[in-house]
């Protein structure tokens, strides 16, 4: 039974980072297309705030293994 | 002052490697291994059919039971997911293709001194599992276990086939393996593999401290000298083709190296830039070369930067870095934030406490997780060739598999490719990050 409520832990961690994630996608991909010649500072800003929150989806994954 | 970076670069990966010895110690705990039909990811499936059916035809003669009489279960189904485990933890032999090559083993033994010898002792087969104990150690897959009863011959003993094996038990609701092995008509139990906690959380705790050099170690070392001579072939041709534009090696590690400089290092690091660029391109390049080399196929398949002792050590470090050069002004935003009501401090002040532990914390799951997901992922789609196939049983089934998971599996690494640089670049945007939050001087 712990299995499978790790299991549902995990899928809820992944969804709320994919959709923190693709928030940020979207709205750098906006960016870009109004300013393109800042691509390079949206591009690694996007990537470290992508890191950020995939950081608290994987604590919560691996959490959910130790569970 | 290239020469002077590049090997500030090295001593400190050097030092990083040193505290990073306790590979497989720390990996942490997994559960109900089936004993038999686990391939190994390097192994030409070719191989391992013929293998599965010998098994299979072993069986039908009448079963696989030891001299204790235990009998082992080869038809137990394939379960990837154990499987994919065992495959990305850390071993203490090296495996190129279906070859596995010794590794020197260095065991403390509390109160009998330090033990050291080659893992080739224990005459390992396919699985990594050895047919001989040495002085009271065993192998199985491809790690090695401690039999901690002095009673046990020392010096090397043969076992019959198949005396080294797992057992399933259940502590307090979770499923645990328990490696046992048969030796004079008796059972004797192994250790227990250490897991991150000291065993404080039900987990297990060797009887031995692990000095070995595993399979981690080694690729370790060896990316260490491979970056060194890269880096020192760099560093020559900068002074011998000064004024020059740069060429071959040159030429490729420039952008990479100037890439880092200019968006990691001077936008998060301020003035200070040139302080922390050393420890920056450090640890930036030694985990991409970590993360490159695990990529190669029947290579070892290496999965240094996915062993939590690993980034464990890489994410202490950028906590030591950035704590001993944090200025008065993030100490004082961490302990009593200025410019926020008094009760608003009470609650902020544990939360930035915890921050600090988190940071690392963080730094070190995400490095982790995201190499580990991808070697198991790899791993898995290998694995649905034995699922498909069950177990070389249904050899079309297999061979569509086959086709199917390697489609898959070329995918997934491409993918694993961008993942490797785009994890070192990471972890060192956020250790600049860190860092330059610590050292920025107020404008309020």
Redesign the interface.
């Given at each position: 039974m712990t299995g499978t409520l790790a299991a549902i832990g995990a899928g809820l961690a992944v969804l709320g980072a994919g959709i923190g994630i693709g928030n940020i996608g979207s709205k750098a991909m906006e960016a870009i297309a109004r300013q393109p010649e800042a691509v390079g500072d949206i591009r690694s800003n996007m990537i470290l705030m992508a890191a950020l929150i995939e950081g608290a989806a994987l604590i919560a994954i691996i959490l959910s293994f130790f569970g | 002052m290239h020469r002077i970076i590049l090997s500030a670069i090295f001593t400190m990966a050097i030092l990083i490697s040193g505290f990073a010895f306790q590979g497989h110690d720390h990996n942490?705990d997994h559960h109900d291994h089936d004993h038999g039909h686990d391939n190994k990811a390097t192994h030409q499936p070719d191989k391992h059919n013929s293998h599965k059916e010998n098994t299979h035809d072993s069986h039908a003669q009448g079963g696989h039971a030891n001299a204790c009489g235990v009998s082992i279960d080869h038809d137990a189904p394939f379960n990837p997911g154990t499987s994919a485990f065992h495959h990305i933890s850390d071993q203490n032999i090296y495996s190129i293709g279906p070859w596995s090559f010794p590794l020197p083993c260095m065991f403390y033994e509390h109160g009998n001194g330090l033990k050291m010898f080659s893992s080739g002792k224990f005459n390992t087969d396919a699985h990594g599992t050895g047919s001989n104990a040495y002085d009271g150690f065993v192998l199985f897959e491809g790690l090695a276990r401690r039999i901690n009863d002095a009673s046990f011959p020392k010096g090397l003993v043969n076992l019959d086939k198949n005396s080294v094996f797992s057992e399933k038990i259940i502590v307090k609701?979770?499923n645990r393996e328990k490696v046992k092995v048969c030796y004079n008509g008796k059972l004797w139990d192994a250790d227990d593999r250490s897991t991150l906690d000291g065993g404080m959380?039900g987990g297990g705790k060797t009887s031995f401290t692990d000095f070995s050099i595993t399979k981690n170690v080694l690729t370790m070392i060896l990316m260490l000298l491979f970056g060194f001579f890269l880096f020192r072939k760099v560093s020559n041709a900068y002074v011998a083709r000064e004024g020059m534009a740069p060429s071959g090696l040159q030429g490729f590690i420039e952008p990479i190296f100037i890439f880092i400089q200019d968006?990691?290092c001077k936008?998060f690091l301020g003035n200070k830039w040139e302080r922390y660029q050393p420890f920056i391109m450090s640890l930036f390049f030694f985990i991409l070369f970590l993360n490159l080399f695990g990529q190669i196929p029947f290579f070892g398949g290496s999965n240094v930067t996915g062993a939590l002792s690993v980034t464990l050590v890489l994410a202490l470090f950028t906590a030591l870095v950035v704590n001993f050069s944090g200025n008065k002004h993030y100490w004082e935003h961490i302990f009593w934030m200025p410019g926020v009501p008094a009760w608003v401090k009470v609650i902020l002040t544990p939360v930035e406490m915890m921050g600090v532990i988190i940071k690392p914390?963080?730094?070190m799951?995400?490095l982790?997780?995201?190499i580990t997901a991808g070697h198991m992922v790899i791993s898995i789609f290998i694995g649905l060739i034995f699922v498909f196939g069950k177990s070389g049983q249904n050899v079309p089934a297999s061979i569509g598999a086959a086709v199917g998971s390697t489609v898959l599996s070329m995918f997934m690494m491409a993918i694993e490719l961008v993942v490797a640089f785009?994890q070192a670049?990471?972890f060192s945007?956020?250790t600049a990050?860190y860092i330059g939050a610590a050292i920025e001087e107020p404008h309020h």
């Open positions: - | 942490h609701g979770k959380l968006e990691v936008p914390l963080t730094l799951l995400r982790f997780g995201n785009i670049f990471v945007i956020l990050s």
